[in-house]
Nanobody
Framework: QVQLVESGGGLVQAGGSLRVSCAAS????????MGWFRQAPGKEREFVAA????????YYTDSVKGRFTISRDNAKNTMYLQMNSLKPEDTAVYYC????????????????????WGQGTQVTVSS
């Protein structure tokens, strides 16, 4: 079983920055990639970004390109999402996720490709 724990959410003014982290642990963490999703009140969960664990290739949804940066620390099994130039519409609960071991689909931009999910961390951007 894989456990994912997010941290780093909070309240920030529009135009500000925030970094959220996702620590992965478990019996054998061997995911080929990980991703970030977010869900705003009354809306469906949407893909934000994904990163390959080996090589570091990244993929972003259009609305965050140029503002968000996904990265990972292989030694710590930790993934990060650096969020700059935040907008009120970025307000959501942010979730990290990992696909099943053996999955290879790239980019994993759909929630059904993921098997493990964190509990989420709230990011609120005030105007």
């Amino acid at each position: 079983q894989v456990q994912l724990v997010e941290s780093g959410g909070g309240l920030v003014q529009a135009g500000g920055s925030l970094r959220v982290s996702c620590a992965a642990s478990g019996r054998t963490f061997s995911a080929y990639a990980m991703g970030w999703f977010r869900q705003a009140p009354g809306k469906e969960r949407e893909f934000v970004a994904a990163i390959r664990w080996s090589g570091g290739s990244t993929y972003y949804t259009d609305s965050v390109k140029g503002r968000f940066t996904i990265s990972r620390d292989n030694a710590k099994n930790t993934m990060y999402l650096q969020m700059n130039s935040l907008k009120p519409e970025d307000t959501a609960v942010y979730y990290c996720a990992a696909p099943k071991a053996g999955s290879t689909w790239w980019p994993p931009a759909a929630s059904h490709l993921y098997h493990y999910w964190g509990q989420g961390t709230q990011v609120t951007v005030s105007s």
